[in-house]
């Protein structure tokens, strides 16, 4: 890596961004860092790097760029959020607890991690998988 460059947060474009902090709270235990006053940008901790929800205007408002939206039963957006966790299982079951849908059951990769997908509420994926060395 050259320079200071390092990933800040990538951020899940939502219609509602403390519906989405809640249900990143109950799913996978992450906790809020900072809330926008708008409410428009939220930071979740993930570790390192954050994961931030934004508002569904947030692209419109800061790019000048439309967007397309992402639904629960339309199509995924074209980023997947992975999650490291030790028990993958466990894992899925609290967040289909949560109301996430389970888009693949855990299954052991040919690499030796174990890995599963889920969509979350608003309909991105969220992969589950056991760390890789």
Known sequence: MTGDLR?????????????TCDFYRRAFGLE?????????????????????VVDDGFAERQAGLAHRR????GP??????????????AAVDRAIAAGATLTRAPFDAPWGQR?????DGDGALVELATPVD
């Open 32 to 52: 809020v860092r900072f809330v926008d006053p708008s409410g428009h940008f939220a930071e979740l901790v993930t570790g390192a790097a954050r994961l931030a």
């Open 115 to 119: 890995i599963a997908v889920v969509r």
């Open 7 to 19: 990933l800040g947060f990538v951020a899940l474009s939502v219609p509602d961004v403390a519906a």
């Open 70 to 73: 992402t639904t629960p039963d």
């Open 76 to 89: 995924p957006p074209g980023v997947v959020c992975t999650f490291f966790t030790t028990d993958v299982d």
